[in-house]
Structure formats: structure tokens, C-alpha cells
């Protein structure tokens, strides 16, 4: 029985897709003390630009899979062998990157309807455990690096979107730049939030893309909102998405107007951030807000850390 999933990779992969790409990856994971070694073949005539040499992969099939990590929208496999160094496998999906298995290939916008595993243009293929996964991209824009475990390409990122706390959204409250830009920037709030998802958390939190000097107030909402769409997003990856949200219209910008939300609104479609972007414009209203309030916030902050610092009594 083969099922496949009906959501599908409509774009460049997000962290939905990606978290799913890792859960595809575990069952090659083995057991603590495994000696199970892992099988690689690279299928492909045409490599990605970023792509270990076959002297590596020669040298990586000595190796086992010790875990499957993701951070935003970055896959590290970590692989260990005994009495060789530690080595991490990063996967960057790019834009039309993907892993599947036999019988669990989400669908491509790219290639409408091939389901077929392997898929085309698969350019990895790991087995081991008895189980298999391939890494397939069509446009070659991802890569495959191997890295030394003193090398984290995670460091780059900013906190992981699913997993962080409200904590890491402090900085867009009295931002000069928009939200939506500051969202996609993977190094600056959180990481692993792409073109759809932003346009869904802004929909569901009726906030204007190009919004700027956000209120503390519509931080916890965007916090709620990036918790609430990841965390459905990621467990209805194999059905369907609910039928109230923008996802299902973001898409139909080719049919001009007349496209509505489920409340009947208009959906409109403007440039944010550099990106196209689905917004619904009588609730999602651009606020003009001055700096001043902002800077005055700061100058109150630094003042208060000036008196603080006072109070603390002098060391001789």
C-alpha cells in the first residue's frame, strides 16, 4: 500500500516540508551501538554545484547514522564511525529540493502528478536500517555539503521557528523595518519561516506585510500565530491544510480579480520584502506609526540601565 502526500511542495520547501524531510531520514537512524553501515549510491549524471566527491562518499560508507537534526529549514545528518572523527551531511533544499522514501513522495508543483520513487532528478539515495531515502532537486539551487562537526552550519541561523520560545520575537516590537521582512530573514528573528507561512501568520494575525514599529501586543500575536500555523501546518502535512486559511487562495493570482477569502474579502496581491505577497486588504491595514515613540522607548530603557548601574555599589 503506497500512500502519498497530497500537500504539496508549492514552492521552495519551508520548514513544514522540511520537518517532514527529517521524519523521512529517522528510521535511518540506528540503534546505540549500531554497527550498521550506510549505503549511498548518486544516481545522477548531473550534480548539484554543492555535492561531496565520490573520494568522500567512498569514505562516508564506512560511516553510521547517529541522528537526524533539522534547525529552519536546514537538514543535518549526523554520522559517526569508530576511531574516525565525527562528520555532519547538511541538506539545503534550495528551491525545488526534497527527500522521500518508497511510497512517500510529496508531490512537486514542478513535476504536476510524478509520484514515482525515485523520483527524477534524485541525486542521493542513503539506505541503511532497511530502510531507504532519497534527496531529488530538479533546479539543482540546493546542495549537499560535508562538513567536520567543528564546522555547525547551524550557528548561522536564528533561533528555529518551531521550537523557540517568545522570547526570540522581542526585537520587531518598534522595528523601523517591515514585518514580513524581518520574518524571512532567516539570521534575524527565527529561522525556518518562508513566503507561504509568513503570508499565513500575518492573514490569521491581521497585520499588513510592510507593517513597521509593531506594539508588544501584536508581537504576542505573531508569536501565537507562527506557533499555531507551524504546528498544524506540520501535522496536516499528509492531508490538507483547514479550508480557512490563505493558503488555498495565495496561490490563484493568475486568475486576476475577484478572488476571496472564506469570509468572502477580497484577496489582493502585492510586493513585500521582494516577495509576492496574498494579503487581505480590510483587515490587514497598513498603520502609519511614528519612530519618535520608539526612540523615546529606547532613550527610557537606556536611562533606567543607567540608574541600575549607578545602584551598584563600587568595588575598590
Not at 502519498?4 to 519551508?14: G, H, L, Y
Not at 508543483?109 to 527524477?120: F, Q, T
Not at 498544524?232 to 496561490?251: C, G, I, N
Given at each position: ?141 540546493g546542495k549537499v555539503v560535508l562538513r ?151 532613550k527610557r530603557k537606556a536611562q533606567w ?12
Amino acid at each position: 500500500f503506497f500512500h502519498f502526500f497530497s500537500f504539496r511542495i508549492a514552492r521552495m520547501p519551508e520548514l513544514v516540508e522540511v520537518e517532514h524531510f527529517r521524519q523521512l531520514l529517522l528510521p535511518l537512524v540506528g540503534t546505540s551501538g549500531s554497527t550498521c553501515k550506510l549505503r549511498i549510491e548518486t544516481p545522477s549524471p548531473t550534480k548539484p554545484k554543492g555535492f561531496p566527491n565520490d573520494k568522500e562518499w567512498d569514505e562516508l560508507r564506512k560511516y553510521s547514522v547517529k541522528a537526524v537534526v533539522r534547525k529552519g529549514k536546514l537538514l543535518r545528518i549526523e554520522l559517526e564511525c569508530r576511531g574516525r572523527d565525527d562528520r555532519h551531511l547538511y541538506l539545503h533544499m534550495g528551491m525545488t529540493g526534497r527527500v522521500s522514501c518508497p511510497g512517500r513522495v510529496m508531490k512537486l508543483e514542478s513535476l504536476k502528478g510524478d509520484c514515482a520513487y525515485p523520483p527524477p532528478h534524485t541525486h542521493l539515495i542513503l539506505k541503511s536500517n532497511g530502510h531507504e531515502a532519497s534527496y531529488s532537486d530538479p533546479r539543482r539551487f540546493g546542495k549537499v555539503v560535508l562538513r567536520p562537526i567543528t564546522e555547525d552550519e547551524f550557528v548561522e541561523l536564528a533561533p528555529d521557528a518551531l521550537r523557540t520560545d517568545g522570547s526570540a520575537y522581542d526585537d520587531i516590537v518598534g522595528n523601523t523595518t517591515g514585518i514580513k521582512k524581518l520574518l524571512l530573514d532567516q539570521r534575524a528573528v527565527v529561522s525556518g519561516i518562508g513566503n507561504w507561512i509568513c503570508d499565513e501568520v500575518l492573514y490569521q494575525a491581521q497585520i499588513h506585510p510592510d507593517q513597521t514599529m509593531l506594539t508588544s501586543q501584536e508581537r504576542d500575536i505573531i508569536v501565537a500565530k507562527v506557533k499555531f500555523v507551524l504546528e498544524t501546518a506540520v501535522a496536516h502535512v499528509e492531508d490538507d491544510l483547514p479550508s480557512d486559511w490563505m493558503f488555498h487562495r495565495r496561490w490563484d493570482k493568475r486568475k486576476g480579480g475577484g478572488v476571496k477569502d472564506v469570509e468572502g474579502r477580497a484577496v489582493k496581491w502585492i510586493t513585500s520584502a521582494g516577495r509576492s505577497t496574498a494579503i487581505c486588504p480590510s483587515i490587514q491595514k497598513l498603520k502609519p506609526r511614528k519612530q519618535a515613540a520608539a526612540k523615546s522607548k529606547r532613550k527610557r530603557k537606556a536611562q533606567w540601565a543607567t540608574k541600575q548601574e549607578k545602584k551598584q555599589p563600587k568595588t575598590s
